[in-house]
């Protein structure tokens, strides 16, 4: 006996996908986990505005009474906003939720997931998990990088947290062939700041080319996505001789207080924040809104190719 996973759409979003409008995906964890009320809610509707910009539906995901809802109202938005407990939702325990009737808010690995079921090829976050560093004795690597893999969903993100070993987190998408594409600059950026000192394995700045080279990938066969990197702008963009400094900081008073594991990356970036006087959490809003454009942008492109190609 099979089963099936109930998918909600918002009117909006079920009426794009009918009639083929680019739509762009968006995960609801930076709702519930990230700014506090209500500049949580005006966060996600600015967000939203911005993929409207870029020319695409916004699709926010969330977990509601054992459903995927995709595209949520503004009272949705609202409620996440501003209750508290509601819990984070990766691909792993996706299921669990689910099968239980639960809610919650998904992070990028549960909406490449839901992405892909709900027919929505392309996704917007501000910055990727990756490779931890110390993932050599930790093998501490976040799930956003393996459903990178399974998903066919392209990633429209300003590249990877640089808390992380972004040199590793490049290794390991080569390894899983996972192509790499940056937009508006030849290197891979690092979430606030516009470069990680790593290039770029390819550089692409012509999107209705980026849109032939996703629809290339998976006509080739291959089961997972594919990351398309945009910079932050310059004035939005932090120093990464500042903010390395502050991470550094941050590993040690870490280490000091043993905190690893999942509890890790929120206290490095709390710490780094309150090290930089603010100016990483300033630049982490700016890049939610910077990516998510771009991230209309590409889907547009996409859609007109894919209608061109039909």
């Known amino acids: 006996m099979s089963t ?53 539906v916004p699709a926010t995901i969330c977990i509601e009474d054992g459903a995927i809802r995709v595209g949520m109202t503004a009272a949705d938005i609202e409620r996440f906003a501003s209750e508290g407990g509601i819990p984070k939702v990766s691909s792993r325990d996706l299921p669990v939720v689910l099968a239980r009737g639960g809610r919650g808010a998904t992070t990028v690995a549960s909406s490449l997931v839901a992405a892909e079921l709900a027919g929505i090829p392309f996704f917007s976050s501000a910055g990727l ?39 590793l987190t490049m290794e390991y998408l080569e390894t899983q062939c996972v192509p790499v594409i940056a937009h508006g600059s030849d290197d891979f950026p690092a979430f606030y700041c516009a470069s990680s000192g790593l290039r ?72 780094v924040d309150r090290a930089t006087g603010g100016r990483t959490a300033q630049a982490n809003m700016a890049v939610l809104i910077s990516t998510a454009e771009a991230g209309g942008r590409m889907a547009a492109a996409y859609a007109r190719y894919q209608s061109d190609h039909s």
């Open 4 to 56: 099936t996973i109930p998918i909600v759409y918002s009117e909006e979003v079920r009426e794009a996908l009918h009639e083929r409008r680019p739509v762009v995906a968006l995960e609801s964890n930076v709702i519930t986990h990230g700014l506090k009320y209500p500049h949580n809610a005006e966060t996600a509707h600015q967000v939203e505005a911005a993929v409207r910009k870029g020319g695409s």
């Open 129 to 167: 998990g990756g490779v931890h560093r110390g993932a050599e004795t930790t093998m501490d690597i976040s799930s956003d990088l393996i459903q990178l893999t399974r998903s066919k969903v392209a990633v429209v993100c300003a590249g990877a947290k640089m808390i992380l070993d972004l040199a």
């Open 200 to 271: 770029a394995p390819h550089r692409i700045d012509d999107e209705d080319l980026i849109a032939k080279v996703v629809a290339t990938h998976w006509a080739a066969g291959h089961p997972g996505g594919v990351v398309i990197t945009t910079p932050p702008r310059d004035e939005d963009a932090v120093d990464p001789v500042v903010a390395e400094a502050a991470i550094n900081d941050a590993l040690v008073q870490a280490e000091r207080d043993g905190v690893t594991g999942q509890g890790l990356t929120k206290y490095l970036m709390h710490a």
